[in-house]
């Protein structure tokens, strides 16, 4: 099986920019969570989404939203981007939403915002 | 609220050695899950091992093993027979059991950088 994919896997963005960024789970997988990971703040989570519904929802400003489509494929947005969105934005499916199932990673978008 | 704590931001261990990575955390809840993470130099997060709170035994898978003190609430990671591979950042989490709430998310520490010398 595939693992779990991001696209991109590396961007540059301006201050105030919106940026989208694109995560497919692994097939079968229904529950994807997203998780911003930076120095300082180390790795904080954003949101879950399960069967295209946001379940649960980290301690994040509005701008941060995201959407989980038909397929489990789910998108990130970021809007009125800051420099201090630059980080690594990962994202992680599991198959289903129970407390036991493991969570897989994918390799990451790194954010760089200028 | 739950918290995790990894209080080595750094270690090193010579090739063939033990080294082992310390984890406490904080929670009124008593039932969930421990897990050690590995996230390797520009590479994927991938679990390396994961304890279940109400299993009193440690687990073990290969050359990893945990050393879980419920009641202490520390989980610390064994890693015996080091070898260069091993090299990555570990990271400490947590999740809930209780259905509901915030059974999706992990908690994680702030990591431990693991050094192999050979």
């Known amino acids: 099986k595939a693992g779990v994919t991001q696209t991109p896997r590396y961007l540059i963005k301006t201050r105030g920019q919106q940026v989208t960024l694109s995560c497919s789970p692994i097939?079968?997988?229904?529950?994807v969570s997203w998780y911003q990971q930076t120095p300082g703040q180390g790795l904080q989570f954003l949101f879950e989404?399960?069967?295209?519904?946001?379940?649960n929802k980290g301690n994040f400003p509005g701008r941060f939203s995201g959407r989980q489509f038909s397929n489990s494929r789910s998108e990130m947005n970021v809007s009125t981007l800051e420099l201090g969105d630059s980080a690594l934005y990962l994202c992680?499916?599991?198959?289903?939403?129970?407390?036991?199932?493991?969570?897989?990673f994918g390799p990451g978008t790194r954010l760089t915002v200028t | 609220a739950q918290t995790v704590t990894q209080s080595q931001p750094e270690m090193s261990v010579q090739e063939a050695e033990t080294v082992t990575l310390s984890c406490t955390y904080d929670?009124?809840?008593?039932?969930?899950?421990l897990f050690w993470y590995k996230q390797p130099p520009s590479r994927q997060m991938i679990l390396v091992i994961r304890?279940?709170?109400?299993?009193?035994q440690n687990a073990t898978e290969n050359r990893f093993s945990v050393n879980f003190q419920k009641a202490a609430k520390s989980f610390s990671l064994k890693i015996s027979d080091s070898q260069l591979g091993d090299a990555a950042m570990y990271f400490c989490?947590?999740?809930?059991?209780?259905?509901?709430?915030?059974?999706?998310?992990?908690?994680f520490g702030k990591g431990t950088k693991l050094s192999v010398k050979p």
């Open positions: 989404y399960f069967s295209e519904t946001q379940r």
């Open positions: 097939s079968g997988h229904r529950s």
């Open positions: 929670t009124s809840e008593s039932d969930y899950y």
């Open positions: 989490a947590y999740r809930t059991r209780n259905y509901g709430g915030s059974q999706g998310n992990l908690i």
């Open positions: 992680a499916s599991r198959i289903g939403q129970g407390g036991s199932y493991e969570q897989y």
């Open positions: 304890q279940e709170a109400y299993k009193q």
